[in-house]
């Protein structure tokens, strides 16, 4: 199939972008990397009068590191994320999770933006934002707001972003200290989204008690979902005292919305959901043990 006629258009700024939703109306919407809107204009699970082009707004790109935050461009594409040594220094889980993006064609033209707005449950950004408590930052006529991202994601491919506003950045929040990183997913083949995946960032005190961590569910419900329970549970507990198999299963036994469809029952994908929080927790907690003591 091919898509339905629409009217394209290639603001220059992040503001010509915000005034032509405005002026368009629920009519218009924003492309960014193309790679998850244009697949589903062509199979006519979406149509739009318009597309805003944002791909070419320079603003809109780029990396940057300032008072333990690490703020990326919406349109900073994948593959940009993929490259850059100071996201792989900054917020490790990031760049852990780019490969696992697709392909390296998809990552070349994906952006942070899209993925984020987008906000597929079974994609690994929209997960790793809401394990780090990263901060969406938007434009529309009523100025420049922050969102946190445990308020951002509201349903099945749906957000709290007005229709008129757009995604600028992401601001992804640096742990420092012995932390340890660790992403994992299960999929049928390389490249596809997951069945199941999880995002885990760990925090160990000097005498390897869990001062904080984080458990990013992918692929396990309707939105991108995190483990909390699970996380008070382990918080000021030390490390080795929950087995990795626990961990896993209190991560998702509490799970009430988990998907069912032809890549697996909501049974299985719960039962893969429980494997990857264990062998993600397993590599963040020894990768975190490895650190150094303070």
Same mark, same amino acid.
């Given at each position: /199939?091919?898509?339905?006629?629409?009217?394209? %258009?290639?603001? $220059?700024?992040?503001?010509?972008? /915000?005034? *032509?939703? @405005?002026? *368009?109306?629920?009519? @218009?919407?924003?492309?960014?990397?193309? &790679?998850? !809107?244009?697949? /589903? !204009? #062509? !199979? =006519?699970?979406?149509?739009?009068? %318009? *597309?805003?082009?944002?791909?070419?707004?320079?603003?809109?790109?780029?990396?940057? =590191?300032?008072?333990?935050? *690490?703020?990326?461009?919406? #349109? +900073? +594409?994948? @593959?940009a994320i993929d490259r850059s040594d100071e996201v792989a220094s900054a917020v490790p889980l990031l760049a852990r999770a780019t490969p696992l993006i697709g392909h390296f064609q998809i990552r070349n033209r994906g952006t942070v933006g899209g993925s984020i707005a987008h906000a597929d449950p079974a994609a690994e950004y929209p997960a790793v934002a809401l394990a780090l408590d990263a901060k969406i930052e938007t434009l529309?006529?009523?100025g420049r707001e922050t969102v946190a991202a445990a308020d951002f994601f509201t349903g099945l491919w749906s957000t709290s972003l007005d229709p008129e506003a757009i995604v600028t950045g992401v601001r992804f929040p640096i742990w420092t200290g012995r932390c340890g990183f660790a992403i994992n997913e299960f999929a049928r083949r390389h490249g596809d989204f997951a069945i199941a995946g999880a995002a885990v960032a760990v925090e160990l005190d000097g005498d390897d008690?869990? $001062? =904080?961590?984080?458990?990013?569910?992918?692929? !396990?419900?309707?939105t991108p979902l995190r483990a909390t329970e699970a996380? &008070?549970?382990? +918080? &000021? %507990?030390?490390?080795?005292? %929950?087995?990795?198999?626990?961990?896993?299963?209190l991560a998702v036994e509490r799970l009430t919305d988990v998907p069912s469809d032809l890549q697996g029952s909501a049974e299985y994908r719960r039962r893969v959901g429980a494997a990857v929080v264990a062998d993600a927790w397993t590599a963040a907690v020894r990768e975190a043990k490895e650190a150094q003591r303070g």
């Amino acid at each position: /199939m091919k898509p339905a006629s629409f009217e394209y %258009h290639a603001p $220059k700024s992040a503001d010509e972008a /915000m005034g *032509l939703l @405005a002026e *368009l109306g629920e009519g @218009a919407k924003i492309l960014a990397g193309g &790679q998850s !809107l244009v697949p /589903m !204009l #062509a !199979l =006519r699970l979406a149509v739009f009068d %318009h *597309l805003v082009d944002i791909g070419k707004v320079d603003e809109l790109k780029g990396i940057a =590191r300032e008072d333990g935050v *690490l703020s990326v461009g919406a #349109a +900073t +594409t994948e @593959a940009a994320i993929d490259r850059s040594d100071e996201v792989a220094s900054a917020v490790p889980l990031l760049a852990r999770a780019t490969p696992l993006i697709g392909h390296f064609q998809i990552r070349n033209r994906g952006t942070v933006g899209g993925s984020i707005a987008h906000a597929d449950p079974a994609a690994e950004y929209p997960a790793v934002a809401l394990a780090l408590d990263a901060k969406i930052e938007t434009l529309s006529v009523k100025g420049r707001e922050t969102v946190a991202a445990a308020d951002f994601f509201t349903g099945l491919w749906s957000t709290s972003l007005d229709p008129e506003a757009i995604v600028t950045g992401v601001r992804f929040p640096i742990w420092t200290g012995r932390c340890g990183f660790a992403i994992n997913e299960f999929a049928r083949r390389h490249g596809d989204f997951a069945i199941a995946g999880a995002a885990v960032a760990v925090e160990l005190d000097g005498d390897d008690r869990v $001062k =904080r961590c984080a458990i990013g569910l992918i692929g !396990l419900g309707s939105t991108p979902l995190r483990a909390t329970e699970a996380e &008070q549970e382990l +918080t &000021q %507990h030390n490390a080795g005292e %929950h087995p990795a198999d626990d961990v896993g299963r209190l991560a998702v036994e509490r799970l009430t919305d988990v998907p069912s469809d032809l890549q697996g029952s909501a049974e299985y994908r719960r039962r893969v959901g429980a494997a990857v929080v264990a062998d993600a927790w397993t590599a963040a907690v020894r990768e975190a043990k490895e650190a150094q003591r303070g």
